[in-house]
């Protein structure tokens, strides 16, 4: 178990540019969460996933953003047509299956990626 | 969304026990109370949770208040690697998602 991993951990890119990022959740965990996390600011939720099925979605998710878990493994969250106000670390968690976070289990989370939009 | 309040910043001396305090004066009965902490450039930690009972674990023990309207952390012996920003959450089930919705936080200092 190497915990969950995000790829990649940086990425600087030009305003108006397409990223992608990939994050490896811990193996058998059917949950997976993407949140953002600004200077100074604590992690905002994004979206989540329970296996494949991507359940909820943040308003902070605009039609440019994109979240996918295909095969309820691995998870990607891609950002079309970036703007400096996307710049932020990206982070992804997961938890295990028959439970959630409501139910009182522990999350855990990468390391994230952080995105500079030049 | 059920919210809490924490201090901003708090400091405490190495070897020392500090008490880290929430308010969450909303919290539902089926709401329950995380703490994570984020270490610099890292993702946050699990610390500890509970929902009725006091809760100790290897890392941490959890008062909770009799109305359930308050909460504190508490880190027995503190030492310099446990200065971060200690996030104090309440679990919630919104619009079906369930998902921990983090607030600002209180920095933690450790002075040697």
């Known amino acids: 178990d190497t915990g969950v991993s995000q790829d990649p951990r940086h990425k600087i890119t030009k305003r108006g540019q397409n990223v992608t990022f990939r994050c490896d959740p811990i193996?058998?965990?059917?949950?997976l969460y993407w949140y953002r996390q600004t200077l100074g600011q604590g992690p905002e939720f994004l979206t989540y996933?329970?296996?494949?099925?991507?359940l909820e979605k943040s308003r902070l998710l605009s039609d440019r953003f994109s979240a996918e878990r295909p095969k309820g493994s691995f998870s990607t969250l891609e950002i079309q047509r970036t703007e400096q106000g996307d710049s932020a670390m990206y982070l992804c968690?997961?938890?295990?299956w028959g439970s959630g976070i409501s139910y009182g289990t522990e999350a855990f989370f990468g390391q994230g990626t952080r995105l500079t939009v030049v | 969304d059920a919210k809490t309040t924490q201090p901003n910043s708090m400091e405490s001396n190495e070897e020392e026990p500090v008490h880290l305090p929430c308010n969450h004066s909303?919290?539902?009965?089926?709401?329950?109370i995380h703490w994570y902490r984020q270490l610099p450039s890292q993702g946050p930690e699990y610390v500890i949770h509970g929902l009725t009972s006091n809760v100790n674990n290897r890392m941490a023990s959890l008062a909770i208040a009799e109305d359930r309207k308050s909460s504190t952390l508490i880190l027995h012996r503190a030492t310099l690697r446990d200065a971060a920003v200690y996030y104090c959450?309440?679990?919630?089930?919104?619009?079906?998602?369930?998902?921990?919705?983090f607030g600002q936080g209180t920095r933690l200092t450790i002075n040697p």
């Open positions: 193996s058998e965990h059917n949950r």
């Open positions: 909303t919290i539902s009965g089926t709401d329950y």
């Open positions: 968690a997961s938890s295990p």
């Open positions: 959450i309440l679990s919630a089930l919104i619009q079906g998602a369930q998902k921990l919705v």
């Open positions: 996933f329970q296996n494949e099925a991507q």
